[in-house]
């Protein structure tokens, strides 16, 4: 009997201890909402931190935005970072040249000059068939976005192809060119002082903005990109006004 209740009382502790060390292992509950709480005020943090950061990226562009804005109002100065300022005053002399339409239109001598005069700043743009930053797509693409975008302030577009006419219209991609089109050859030497070819040389493409009686407010040889888009856009809006 007293063998059964040495081994008795030793079940008993050995429950003891178990059921002590088990409630040792259990997590506390408020730690565990402790912890938890932890975890989601991270989460929030984190998801807080990119939602600044994507609203401090719009404010930047939207800033940009105004700045340009500003900028072809002229509530602010426009300092371009492509576009050149002709050294002194120059003026270019646009003659006569064939106008063609459209793809399938005849071709119609005309007077380029009288045809500058009709909007208060034209984005004049020389290029020829053999230039092929001249007529690569997206070339084509972003002086239509200059056209557009430029067309509300009263700018006008003026292409000149300054190599042959049967060049101009036998060419494959004829019918991608931006039309009405001038064509005359070697317009951009023709139509402008000696001392414009001189700062301005003779690579193409070749930008000019000029009011109606041909001065060169801006240009710019070489093909376009963004930023010389946005520019351009601006010294239009400026030179309109």
Known sequence: ???DRIVAAALSLLLVACGGAAAQ???DPALVRAQAAQQAAETRAREAEAELAVLRAELKRTA???QVAEQRLGLRPFEPQTLKRPDGELTIAP????????PDARPKDDDAARALKQAPVTLVAYWATWCEPCIAAEELAAVRRVEAAARPFGAALMS???DGLDKVRGHP???DWIYPLWQRDDAHLQWAPR????QAGLGLPLFLVV?????VRFWRNGKLDAQVEEELITALARAAR
């Open 1 to 3: 009997m007293r063998s």
């Open 25 to 27: 292992d259990a997590p």
């Open 64 to 66: 940009a935005r105004l």
């Open 211 to 215: 009011d109606r009686d041909g001065a």
């Open 173 to 175: 991609r004829a019918a």
């Open 160 to 162: 000149v192809a300054i």
């Open 195 to 198: 001392a414009f070819v001189q």
């Open 95 to 102: 003659g006569r040249a064939k106008r063609v339409a459209s």
